[in-house]
């Protein structure tokens, strides 16, 4: 069975510093996302990891991926008000044949950033 | 291109009554998906399709829940008979099956369902 664990589930930071969530798999996997969840919203696609040593950026936000350590992180710079959401990531199954599987999602990581 | 579209946004609806949750694909997407969102439990995979064919339904927690793709475009889960423990927020997403499209999954807005 895929479990997909992140920490920590609670982030309180202040705006202007560094900080990184982490995101461990247990099984092979080939891509992995992360997801962005505001309060009573959907969750918006940040990222899609396709690769070992894949690595994308978009704005303070950095995302890695290790296959073989089964490892990504999101790396946030400078951090801003406006980056406080809840954060997910989220891995899809090796399937044989091809075929899109289902996403097993991470617990999340509550993202609250103060002025 | 509107994404996918889920209705109602909100259900509420008395115990032991039935409820259907409906979900409209990407034009283009082959591949369906239906999550539950919950405090508890956080986001679950409950079924998912592929070019309208069930794949895995390991997620559906009892024989209360079904799901279908009566077309290609187009899905529907059903909760009968509702029960509190039901409540939540339900997520369809709907992707493309060829992996070397590398496409992502795009989310519908969700459901929130509360069960009295």
């Known amino acids: 069975e895929l479990k997909v664990e992140q920490n920590p589930l609670f982030l309180s930071m202040q705006e202007g510093k560094n900080y990184t969530i982490y995101c461990n798999y247990s099984?092979?996997?080939?891509?992995l996302y992360w997801y962005r969840q505001d309060p009573g919203k959907s969750l918006e696609s940040l990222f899609v990891?396709?690769?070992?040593?894949a690595v994308k950026q978009e704005g303070r936000l950095m995302a890695s991926l290790d296959t073989k350590a089964r490892l990504s992180t999101l790396h946030i710079t400078a951090a801003v008000h406006d980056l406080s959401a809840t954060y997910f990531c989220a891995v899809v199954r090796v399937v044989s044949g091809g075929g899109a599987d289902g996403l097993t999602f991470g617990k999340g990581t509550h993202l609250i950033i103060q002025p | 291109d509107a994404g996918v579209i889920q209705s109602p946004r909100h259900e509420v609806t008395e115990m032991g009554q039935e409820v259907t949750l409906r979900c409209k694909l990407i034009?283009?997407?082959?591949?369906l998906f239906w999550y539950r969102q919950t405090m508890m439990r956080g986001l679950e995979l409950l079924i998912y399709f592929n070019n309208n064919v069930p794949i895995d339904d390991s997620g559906m927690p009892e024989d209360r829940f079904s799901a279908k793709m009566p077309n290609a475009s187009f899905s529907t889960l059903k909760i009968q008979p509702s029960e509190p423990r039901d409540s939540a927020v339900y997520f369809c997403a709907s992707s493309h099956s060829r992996r070397d499209r590398g496409s992502g999954y795009t989310f519908g807005s969700g459901t929130r369902l509360t069960v009295v």
């Open positions: 099984t092979t996997s080939d891509r």
């Open positions: 990891l396709l690769s070992n040593g």
């Open positions: 034009s283009g997407h082959n591949s």
